[in-house]
């Protein structure tokens, strides 16, 4: 099986665990890192073994030998940093998320197309296979109609936590409130007929903690919430007509083992996805994939979903007036 060599935009925390997870596929090639600066580069590709190191985006994405580029840079520079590797004719994984707004998500999408070039948000938890079986029994009507879903993802954050920088788009939602709230989507649609939000807005002007109802057509809805706080906070909690599926022993982003119980406390289903390495290597098994079959989107991930859940993130964020310093929209 022919490699794929992958070069890595950003030498930060999140592109360390996406490589940790490509260095066990065979058939990914750990080519080329980039950084603004080069001897984090340098240390960078010394630590997980890469052939080359640039010391700027601009030379990485120049390099002919790529076949994809991951963005792992922070949210604020995703859309700059997906312009340039699409410019550069360059399949792109990036990660959530994908933009700090749709408009800017629909420009690249655009220009991914044009280029006729891979577009996927680096959304790991659509790609896991717990997960993918959780919608799986959802969608096969394991559990009956979907009567609600109550999602939440607090982290721990304190004093100096990025999160409270508004200069690189930081607040809960964009980081930790995309979880549930595309879980919520997958599960009872990206098009909800009603939307209620309210946000606490600190001194920073990013949001400490956020609170959103989604209402559909059909009666159903979802209660989902994320913010900053003194520890980790995760729940995933789908209430069914015959029966219930609550994934709180693990946080439901990265779960390897799910059940689904009905009213009578019967067992329904029971899986174990266990892990090859973090998790983040279904992601990448999947991209990989696409990219073999001449594929320039992934039906686990479609680009259509992440802007959907952008448009809906910019709705929310009208509601509570927040709107970053940099944005144009």
Known sequence: ?????????????????????????PDANLYAVGSRNLAKAQHFAETYGFQKMYGSYEELVRDPEIDIIYIGTPVRYHYDSLMLAL?????????????VNASQAKEAYALAREKHVFLMEAMWMKCQPAYRKMLEWIRGGLIGDI??????????????????????????????????LTAACDILGYSPDKIVSHAAIGKEHVDYSNSTLLSYKNGSYASVNSGLALSKMVSLFIIGTKGRICIDKEFFFQAEHIEAYGYNDTLLGSFDGKFMKNGYEFEAIEVMDCLRRGKTGSNLVP??????????MDQLRAQWGLKYDFEEI
């Open 147 to 180: 009567q609600s879903v109550e999602a939440r993802f607090f982290t721990k954050a304190g004093n100096g936590h990025r999160l409270f920088q508004h200069e690189i788009a930081g607040g809960a939602l964009l980081d930790l409130g995309i979880y549930p």
């Open 303 to 312: 680009v259509s979903e992440s802007i959907a859940l952008l448009e809906l």
């Open 87 to 99: 410019h550069a004719g360059k399949h792109v994984l990036c990660e959530k998320a994908l933009t």
């Open 1 to 25: 099986m022919k490699q794929i060599k992958w070069g890595i935009m950003g030498a930060g925390r999140m592109s360390g665990w996406f490589t940790e997870a490509l260095s066990i596929l």
